[in-house]
């Protein structure tokens, strides 16, 4: 599914991110996991990223829409259609937004707990639980307050809650890529 725009669309868009960044995770031995095959990242640090990513969207997802409205308002305008959204992604990035400006969706900042033994395994486990936290917040809501309410995005300003979950699914998929890239799958 290339374009979504129901929420099901969304969910089923989610999930299928979600599997593909999973599945790719599965298919490398720890040497390409941790290690990147090129320059940039390793599939480890995109998988970082991911999750400081996902986990405070779904966090979002699982407030109330109406308190989510009284903290950063409502939308005066419709949602951007999925491939709106990512072209106006696109020409963030083409005007040199970095994730690297966000220190919060960092890497390097992502903070492993100290009674953790198996560090992939747990990655990829909490990869997995922020987006099924996710997609069923996402199912509470109404396809009405997916686009009266805001969500505001670092390097997108204000964006509808609609956009905000085709951002995910975009950027799972983008960074999805990446993981393969990096650990010399692709």
Request: hydrophobic share 40%; glycine share 4%.
């Amino acid at each position: 599914m290339n374009s979504p725009q129901s929420k099901a669309e969304i969910v089923i868009a989610l999930e299928a991110s979600r599997d593909f960044v999973t599945d790719t995770l599965a298919k490398m031995s720890d040497d390409q996991f941790y290690s990147a095959a090129g320059p940039g990242w390793c599939a480890a640090d995109y998988l970082k990223h991911l999750i400081l990513s996902v986990k405070p969207t779904a966090r979002v997802f699982e407030f109330p829409p109406e308190k989510l409205g009284e903290r950063f308002g409502k939308a005066d305008r419709p949602s951007l259609t999925y491939s709106q959204l990512v072209e106006k992604y696109q020409a963030a990035l083409a005007m040199g937004i970095r994730a690297e400006d966000y220190p919060k969706v960092v890497p390097v900042n992502y903070n492993i707990p100290d009674d953790v033994q198996e560090e992939r395994a747990y990655l990829v486990q909490t990869w997995q639980e922020a987006n099924n936290r996710l997609v069923a917040a996402l199912t509470t809501w109404s396809e009405s307050n997916l686009d009266r309410y805001l969500i505001p995005h670092p390097a997108l300003s204000d964006t509808t809650a609609r956009e905000m979950a085709f951002f995910t699914i975009h950027h799972n998929r983008l960074h999805g890529l990446d993981i393969q890239k990096a650990g010399g799958l692709s």
